[in-house]
């Protein structure tokens, strides 16, 4: 059946062209978007360098060239904070209450605390939790407000108890230079009150190096484009960061009792919020997978940002995908480590607590995507390009730092000195050996 939205299919049945595939090889055959962070470094190195050298004044001139606004200053004032709350739709306060309350809550569950290990008499060691001093947080404002992205990162970093948070959003011409009033009214409603009309590259180098009166950050989270993930590439280590966070993807393993019409409006979901946007089903049942298409062409007709969403669907980044059985669909979804992972299959629970290689993972039917990104109570800030393989989404953990501190009285050193003293001299460093020696000479 061809649809007219265009979404290829890829065999990877053991009839069709994935006989004998293995995981590396699943990695391979998979869709994905076309993203060369690495092109983009050389874009956005200058731009970061402008920032570091003259500031806030660089930083003008970018919001002039990129976002065709011009700024006497790049501080959002606190009236427009409480103007954009006190104008807020009441539904839409309601649902990112509803939101903070459910993050907050998942958030302080998974707090750590400090550990202390006794390893004997006098010997002590403790694993401190350290919040970050300072972050500066980053919501995209390009094709979209995405208000939910505020929620995401202040939580998290409320809840670790960051002291000092900054976040920025790109500068809107249509609302007088600065970001979109929804986005405001989350930070007022969070408490918020260092905000920046600063969006791009030049926001993560203000973040960086400071500029005008944003002063420099530790820590730089939360998503954006290719040009605020490349600038993130070019100032690891000048400040940290959360992760390189390309466009987002959807990944649905689903079998015949899966409903056609809620794994096509998950696709969907998905596919509305980039041309880049990547949607995967992944499924043993070429009837679902007709019907799926089936359904995609009946809803994209009616969806409000319809060219956007077929782009998106027609791209080399989505696909169904066919399979065997659910076991090799496990092995394709593990392989291509989604950001997002829904399982629509009669056991979906026991098929979701197999996979090892997710950003999220969401279970049965009535568990799509949509409620994750705002109410469910995770995180919606997830790896993307397979970073799931070995990263994680943000969380309270992003913004705590690790301490151990050691406390060791004279006798519980004694007792471990010969060891060390022999561990320095295999390593031919005296001085080490030497220091522990000190401290054991009687008085």
């Known amino acids: 059946m061809t649809s007219s939205t265009a979404i290829r299919r890829i065999d990877l049945r053991t009839a069709g062209t994935g006989a004998g595939q293995q995981h590396d090889d699943y990695r391979a055959a998979l869709p994905r978007a076309d993203f060369d962070v690495e092109a983009a470094t050389q874009v956005v190195r200058p731009i970061c360098e402008a920032v570091r050298e003259r500031g806030a004044e660089a930083v003008r001139e970018f919001s002039a060239r990129f976002d065709g606004v011009e700024q006497a200053e790049i501080t959002v004032p606190p009236e427009a904070l409480a103007t954009a709350l006190a104008e807020l739709d009441p539904a839409v306060r309601a649902g990112l209450e509803e939101s903070i309350r459910r993050l907050r809550t998942t958030c302080e569950a998974e ?3 400090d550990v202390v290990t006794d390893l004997g008499p006098g010997a002590r060691v403790t694993h401190r939790k350290v919040a970050v001093g300072r972050v500066g947080l980053y919501v995209p404002g390009g094709l979209a407000p995405l208000v939910s992205s505020v929620v995401m990162n202040v939580v998290p970093a409320q809840v670790a108890g960051v002291r000092s948070i900054a976040l920025t959003s790109t500068p809107q011409s249509e609302f007088g230079g600065l970001p979109h009033p929804t986005i405001l009214a989350a930070c007022a409603l969070l ?8 969006g791009g590259a030049q926001a993560i180098a203000m973040f960086a190096y400071g500029a005008g009166p944003c002063r420099p ?7 954006g484009s290719i040009w605020t993930v490349a600038a993130k590439r070019v100032l690891r280590g000048v400040v940290g960061i959360d992760s390189e966070a390309g466009p987002t993807e959807i990944a649905i393993l689903a079998d015949d009792t899966a409903d056609p019409a809620y794994v096509a409006s998950d696709l969907l979901s998905q596919a509305e919020h980039d041309p880049l946007a990547a949607a995967v089903l992944v499924t043993p049942s070429e009837r679902l997978a007709s ?8 809803q994209v007709s009616v969806t409000r940002h319809v060219e956007r969403v077929r782009t998106a669907l027609a791209g080399r980044q989505s696909a169904v995908v066919l399979v065997d059985d659910l076991e090799q669909g496990l092995a394709v979804v593990d392989a291509y480590a989604a950001e997002h992972l829904e399982i629509q299959t009669a056991d979906a629970a026991a098929l979701a607590a197999r996979v090892r290689n997710a950003g999220a993972i969401f279970v049965g039917s009535f568990a ?23 990263s994680s989404g943000l969380s309270v953990r992003a913004f705590l730092k690790s301490v151990h501190v050691v406390e060791y ?20 460093l005296p001085g080490h050996a030497a220091a522990v020696r000190a401290r054991l000479v009687e008085g």
């Open 111 to 113: 707090l750590e605390r």
């Open 191 to 198: 408490g918020i009150e260092e905000v920046y009309a600063v």
């Open 217 to 223: 950050v530790d820590l730089v989270t939360g998503p």
């Open 291 to 298: 019907e799926v298409e089936a359904e995609l062409d009946k």
């Open 368 to 390: 799509p995507v949509s409620l994750g990104d705002y109410c469910a109570g995770s995180n919606h800030v997830l790896p993307t390009a397979g970073c799931a393989c070995h």
């Open 409 to 428: 009285d004279r006798p519980a050193l004694l007792e471990v000195a010969d060891h060390v003293v022999a561990l320095a001299e295999a390593e031919d």
